[in-house]
């Protein structure tokens, strides 16, 4: 991206030592303990782990929702350590599309409603808009009920509506935590396969945070695996 | 985030919890409206106080005396003087100066002499003063029978009810459209032949100097005259509340009749004294346009070298009286809105705390810190807003209440209806921009608070 023409395009992800310890009665934990990690651009990685791993931890320094006590996160030759509080909103809201395990969508809102949020957030022409909200929408396979509630969808449906909405500024990186451990398992594989799919058709770089090995390894390219806080092994998927 | 979606966002948010909000934004036109109410209380008092002294014609008048009279009248002022029979006199000259001053409306001498009304054989005595066309204004012709005068020098009187009465107790009224004659002295110029010329000369009504043939001498006769006049309106009550004589007249001509009637005064006395034979004036009244211009006027009189008198004095303890009462209403009405204050606070903060979880996805989808501030400030000024807009519509209606109430009062105690409650335009927009500036500030503290709510902590599956 801000790399010169004749060298390699910079990774989509590169950690380096990346450290993140918490103050915990009059302890501190170390969370990520010196993670260096290299992610290629369009790659699907998953990271695996037992909880307390510090995999979810890793993933929100890869989102910018948290700052690393010490080492830097790259993402497209930009050091996120390095950037101030409002440029880490941006680099959320336009480069990074999140999917967490609870779903966390608005109640509140329509689906149409949560998904033009973040344009809400990118300052999206109006005009605009509606035309991108289908657009997301159809890319998760929604088409019905748009003028529904969250409660009123299956779990399945409601993680494809917060799919849509991670996509609806067109990130380049899709960071998803535990996005099948509230579904059933058959579900759980078509939110996979609708990602894979996302991935490929986008050229979208995901990192998925999961504990299910089996299924990682039908899915993602790369296995990472980690333990307390640190980089175990990693393995590729044939 | 754009503007729309800002207040898009806020307004919904604030649906979300009708009641709550809803009692907020009551709590907020409660303060508004006991602000509004107190804050325009003290401004229908302020202008009824204006209105009344206004309406009794003494604000935006001077009057002028000579300092060669009235000596010991002021004595710091004399003691300045060193010679006050050197003084300039009111005079001809002296009142056209005057006209000419700027913001000036009238000049009009002091005309009171002694005079009789005939009418049906019978004379009643009164005093006789001329009133100048302007004195319309004043409050004691808003209850006018009859009309009044046509014009400055028209032959027509108007008579105070007593006199009225006087004249006709069965039916005071039915004098007005009659013609009455007034009989009065009029001045007349001496001539220096007077002791031969042999023309009829009121006994002792000649005032000169001891020796005819002196140079020095000067002097007037003064002669019976009659004037018919019709009588066109009847008032209960003397304009200018008769401050500005000091024995109460009875029977209003017009002030240029009256001069060119030439009738004579207690004061053609006194210009006698000085010699020179010019018309001179005890008293003038100057008029002037706008109340608050009289200092200006009376300065300029000053350097001209006469004595002024005005009621600015009293207006303006009265300005610091009103500024002292409104100041008092606002912080009393603003109690309440204190108190709404800590609502709007306490609301916020609970919604901060409810809403912990979608500040945090907010921000995960890319959300600033500042866009939650802004946020929660939009929702502040909302409920700001419309809390504003209820209180106005409380205040009116609590204002309406008290007028209502009391134009009951004052009918009971026989006294005309008056507006003591004056919503102006400029408190209605200043009361919502207050309530949403006050709205705002509540909303400082739980805005930041959701700013800096941290995102892991919140989005951490439970």
């Known amino acids: ?238 | 985030m754009k503007g729309y979606d800002l207040f898009e966002l806020a307004v919904r948010n604030l649906r979300q919890s009708k009641l709550r909000n809803g009692l907020t934004t009551v709590g907020i036109s409660v303060g508004v409206a006991s602000l509004v109410a107190m804050l325009s209380l003290g401004v229908g008092l302020q202008q009824l106080a204006t209105r009344r002294l206004a309406g009794s014609g003494m604000f935006d008048t001077v009057f002028v005396t000579s300092k060669q009279d009235f000596r010991g009248f002021d004595r710091e002022d004399d003691q300045k003087t060193e010679h006050p029979e050197n003084a300039p006199v009111l005079d001809e000259p002296a009142r056209g100066a005057m006209t000419h001053l700027q913001y000036v409306t009238e000049v009009e001498p002091e005309i009171r002499v002694m005079g009789e009304v005939v009418s049906g054989g019978q004379t009643h005595f009164g005093f006789v003063t001329g009133l100048p066309m302007s004195a319309r204004e004043n409050e004691a012709f808003d209850n006018l029978q009859g009309k009044f005068f046509s014009g400055p020098s028209a032959e027509e009187v108007i008579l105070l009810n007593d006199f009225a009465k006087e004249i006709d107790p069965k039916d005071p009224k039915g004098l007005i459209g009659q013609e009455v004659t007034l009989r009065y002295g009029e001045r007349q110029a001496l001539a220096p032949d007077s002791e031969s010329a042999g023309r009829p000369q009121l006994s002792g009504g000649a005032v000169g100097g001891s020796n005819p043939t002196s140079g020095d001498d000067f002097g007037f006769s003064v002669v019976r005259k009659t004037q018919k006049l019709k009588v066109v309106g009847i008032i209960e009550e003397e304009p200018y509340g008769g401050m500005r004589t000091v024995s109460r007249g009875r029977i209003f001509l017009p002030v240029d009749l009256t001069e060119k009637l030439n009738m004579a005064q207690f004061t053609d006395m006194r210009s006698s004294l000085r010699g020179g034979g010019g018309k001179t004036y005890m008293t003038l009244t100057v008029r002037v346009k706008d109340p608050a211009k009289v200092a200006q006027v009376q300065d300029a009189i000053n350097k001209m070298g006469f004595r002024t008198f005005s009621v600015l004095d009293a207006t303006k303890s009265l300005r610091r009286f009103f500024t002292v009462l409104d100041l008092f209403l606002g912080i009393f009405g603003s109690l309440a809105l204190a108190v709404a204050t800590l609502a709007i606070i306490n609301t916020l903060v609970m919604a901060v705390l409810e809403r912990r979880r979608e500040i945090g996805v907010m921000k995960a989808i890319g959300a600033s810190d500042g866009d939650v501030k802004r946020l929660f400030f939009a929702e502040a000024g909302a409920m700001g807003f419309f809390g504003g807009l209820l209180g106005i519509a409380l205040g009116f209606a609590i204002g309406k209440a008290i007028n209502v109430g009391t134009g009951i009062y004052l009918h009971r105690h026989q006294l005309p209806a008056e507006a003591v409650w004056i919503l102006p335009p400029w408190l209605i927009g200043a009361a919502i921009a207050f309530s949403i500036v006050v709205s705002l500030l509540a909303g400082l503290y739980p805005a930041s608070r959701a700013a800096k709510l941290d995102p892991v902590q919140t989005l951490k599956y439970e």
């Open chain 1, 1 to 238: 991206m801000n790399s010169l023409p004749s060298s390699k395009p910079a990774p989509a992800v590169r950690t380096s030592d990346v450290c993140r310890y918490y103050p915990m009665g009059g302890g501190i934990i170390r969370a990520v303990d010196g993670i260096s990690l290299t992610i290629e651009r369009g790659e699907f990685v998953a990271l695996l782990g037992q909880s307390g791993s510090g995999k979810s931890t890793l993933l929100n320094l890869l989102a910018g929702l948290d700052r690393p006590s010490s080492g830097s996160v790259m993402v497209q030759g930009r050091d996120l350590a390095k950037m101030s509080s409002e440029e880490l909103a941006a680099y959320r809201r336009n480069d990074v599309g999140m999917v967490f395990q609870a779903f966390h969508l608005i109640p509140s809102m329509t689906i149409t409603e949560n998904v033009e949020l973040p344009m809400r957030f990118a300052e999206v022409d109006r005009a605009e808009r509606g035309e991108r909200v289908r657009e997301s929408l159809e890319q998760v396979g929604l088409g019905k009920r748009l003028e529904h509630r969250p409660s009123e969808l299956s779990g399945g449906e409601q993680q494809r509506v917060s799919l849509a909405r991670a996509l609806a500024n067109r990130p380049s990186l899709l960071l998803a935590d535990e996005p099948t451990g509230n579904l059933d398992s058959r579900t759980g594989e078509d939110i996979l396969n609708l990602i894979r799919d996302l991935s490929l058709s986008l050229g979208m770089t995901v990192v998925m945070v999961t504990h299910e090995r089996a299924l990682a390894e039908r899915f993602a390219q790369r296995l990472v695996f980690l333990a307390d806080g640190k980089l175990l092994s990693q393995e590729a998927v044939a």
